[in-house]
């Protein structure tokens, strides 16, 4: 009976945040708003590691002669416009096509950053989530992310630890 009620609290608690976040109006705000704080050397360096990854040229990836060919494969002629390519190549861009040349960035894994951006809620993880910011309850969680792109992408097998060991950033002591 404890672990219903505890489930419950837990699923009621969720449903709350959830609505909490849907009924805000959050926007996706740029990659270079979150380099501000997240490119020194006490916050991990995420955004250096981001902006050297593959994610970050992942939509000038589209302009190649390997995505043309491609795109050719499979009845596409231009990729870089095609929404199937884009829905991995440039996440954000539906939402927010201003933002499709930053590729796979920031806010396609961590939510609109309008509402937590603040340094003010961005110090309180809780608080952040609350604003916003997607927070992974543990691997298994960020690999069923990666994995919406990444399953058999084109016919490559993906190795979740090498790719996650290249593109992880932790802050430092947490």
């Known amino acids: ?17 959830v609505l909490f976040v849907t009924a805000q109006d959050l926007t996706y705000v740029g990659a270079a708003k979150c380099q501000a704080c997240h490119r020194t050397d006490r916050q991990g360096r995420q955004y250096p590691i981001w902006e050297a990854s593959l994610h970050a040229k992942s939509f000038a990836d589209l302009a190649t002669p390997r995505a043309a060919e ?12 095609n929404a199937a390519c884009l829905g991995c190549h440039a996440p954000l861009a539906a939402k927010a096509p201003e933002l499709k040349a930053e590729g796979v ?70």
């Open 1 to 17: 009976m404890k672990r219903v009620l505890a489930f419950a609290a837990v699923a009621a608690a969720i449903a709350l945040i």
């Open 70 to 81: 491609i795109a050719k494969s499979k009845g596409v002629s231009d990729p870089s416009g």
């Open 105 to 174: 960035s920031c806010e396609v894994c961590h939510g609109p950053g309008s509402a937590y951006k603040k340094l003010s809620v961005m110090k309180d993880k809780a608080e952040a989530a609350k604003n916003g910011l997607v927070v992974y309850a543990d691997r298994s969680a960020i690999q069923s992310l990666c994995l919406r792109c990444h399953q058999n992408a084109q016919g490559k097998v993906f190795d979740f630890d090498a790719s996650w060991d290249k593109i992880k950033h932790p802050v430092p002591g947490k």
